[in-house]
């Protein structure tokens, strides 16, 4: 229940923070601290998203400063990603959502524990489904404005590949948690088809929306990681045994395989990410990219700034206009 309790303040501080943070509409006038071309952002999502990122549930001026700015580079991007008419596939968000929602109830022991979290917190399950699919939709917009201004070459990739190699570093990483099924001290045939036969069972509870984290406490007999859920982290592809290594180049982020043999047992695996030389150079442009965007989104836009100890009732109400 501690990794639970963990997940949830996370989840909270990133999803739930509207719910959360409602005293501070209902406790405090919730005024304007800053006007994007228009788009009012106010004091109360200043707050939220200033705990979203240090953790400060009365976050300090330069803490609401950094929110502010970040939620305002945000709103520059939505806003130049809407003017270009990038608009997500529905269906994508909904997996999105289906996904976030199916790993938030697997952190609790049932639907009835889950709906009293959500109203002690002010909230439904439909509420807390509209917030999630709002913020995967402004993630995804950003996401897919930023990958259209991004252009790498297959030579790009194999230059990073071969430095990378020279230096003797490795070239790829999987963020993967698996569920263990050892085989018997003394294996037969008889004995290792037992232990396939539990993993895929196993497999066929995951196929019928059991949750990964939940199963591998319960059946994982890898003691080191069944209490974390399966979690084994970002794993060089080079520290992995060769069949998990081949399972995960074949996975897509999101996957879970069915039963993998290994010279330890029997395991199902679930890739929550991948890394390689393509995927890093994308995010190092992606973050480049962003950047030099942002900034010039913000030499053209019409920025509004408030002071907390003004009014704010207008855009005129002790404003200051910043280029």
């Known amino acids: 229940m501690r990794r639970a309790a963990a997940w949830l303040v996370a989840v909270a501080v990133v999803v739930l923070g509207q719910s959360l943070f409602s005293f501070a509409r209902d406790a405090y006038y919730d005024r304007a601290l800053a006007m994007v071309n228009g788009h009012i952002i106010t004091l109360s999502e200043t707050r939220e998203a200033a705990w979203g990122m240090s953790g400060a549930v009365e976050p300090d001026s330069l803490q609401l400063a950094g929110a ?12 130049a990603a809407e003017s ?44 807390l489904r509209s917030l999630i699919r709002e913020r ?12 259209r201004r991004i252009r790498i070459t297959d030579d790009d990739v194999k230059q990073l590949e071969q430095r990378l190699r020279s230096e003797g570093r490795e070239t790829e990483y999987f963020l993967i948690d698996h569920i263990l099924f050892r085989y018997k001290a003394r294996r037969t045939p008889e004995t290792d ?17 059991e949750d990964f984290e939940r199963l591998a406490r319960e059946l994982s007999e890898d003691v080191s990681t069944a209490r974390q859920g399966g979690a084994l982290g970002w794993v060089a592809a080079g520290h992995l045994q060769p069949e998990l290594r081949q399972a995960a180049v074949a996975m897509t982020p999101g996957a879970t395989s069915q039963p993998v043999k290994s010279g ?60």
Not at 68 to 79: E, F, G
Not at 136 to 147: D, F, G, V, Y
Not at 308 to 322: E, K, T, Y
């Open 68 to 79: 502010l700015d970040a939620l305002i580079d945000q709103r520059l991007l939505i806003q």
């Open 84 to 127: 270009q008419g990038i608009s997500p596939p529905p269906e994508s968000i909904d997996r999105a959502v289906h996904s976030m929602m199916t790993d938030l109830r697997g952190n609790f022991k049932d639907e009835a524990a889950f709906d009293a979290f959500l109203r002690r917190n002010g909230m439904t399950v439909e509420s």
């Open 136 to 147: 995967e939709n402004r993630q995804k917009i950003i996401r897919e404005a930023l990958s």
């Open 193 to 209: 088809a037992a232990t396939y036969q539990r993993a895929a069972d196993a497999a066929a509870r995951l196929q019928q929306g």
């Open 264 to 323: 330890t047992g029997c395991h199902i695996l679930r890739l929550r990410g991948k890394r390689d030389p393509r995927s890093m150079l994308y995010e190092q442009r992606t973050a480049e990219e962003r950047k030099r965007w942002v900034a010039d989104l913000r030499q053209k836009a019409d920025i509004r700034y408030f002071p907390l100890n003004s009014p704010a009732d207008s855009p005129s109400s002790g404003s200051l206009n910043r280029k």
